[in-house]
């Protein structure tokens, strides 16, 4: 089993940053990549970069490149998502989350296997 613990959420305003964090344990070795997600109220969980654990490749979608950027620290077992220039729209709850033992297919929520238990992210304008 793989436990995904999200932490650095909270309120910003418009334009600020902010870092959040995600801690894997357990099989850890079992991960081949982990992501981040996003789900605003009323809307579909949305994919929105993902890092592979292997080689560390980085895929991210079109909506947070230059904006956001994953990275992670394999000693500590943590994955970051850098988010910049935040916007109202970015509000929503984040959720990290881990494919076992293969590669994602892309970011679609259906493909990952493990999931945190999300953070809260709120944008002030």
């Known amino acids: 089993q793989v436990q995904l613990v999200e932490s650095g959420g909270g309120l910003v305003q418009a334009g600020g940053s902010l870092t959040l964090s995600c801690e894997a344990r357990g099989a850890i070795y079992k991960i081949n990549s982990m992501g981040w997600f996003r789900q605003a109220p009323g809307k579909e969980r949305e994919g929105l970069s993902y890092?592979?654990?292997?080689?560390?490749?980085?895929f991210s979608a079109d909506s947070v490149k230059g904006r956001f950027t994953i990275a992670r620290d394999s000693a500590k077992n943590t994955m970051y998502l850098q988010m910049n220039s935040l916007k109202p729209e970015d509000t929503a709850v984040y959720y990290c989350?881990?494919?076992?033992?293969?590669?994602?297919?892309?970011?679609?929520?259906?493909?990952?296997?493990?999931w945190g238990q999300g953070t809260q992210v709120t944008v002030s304008s």
């Open positions: 989350a881990a494919t076992v033992p293969t590669p994602p297919n892309g970011l679609d929520p259906a493909e990952w296997d493990y």
């Open positions: 890092i592979s654990s292997y080689d560390n490749r980085i």
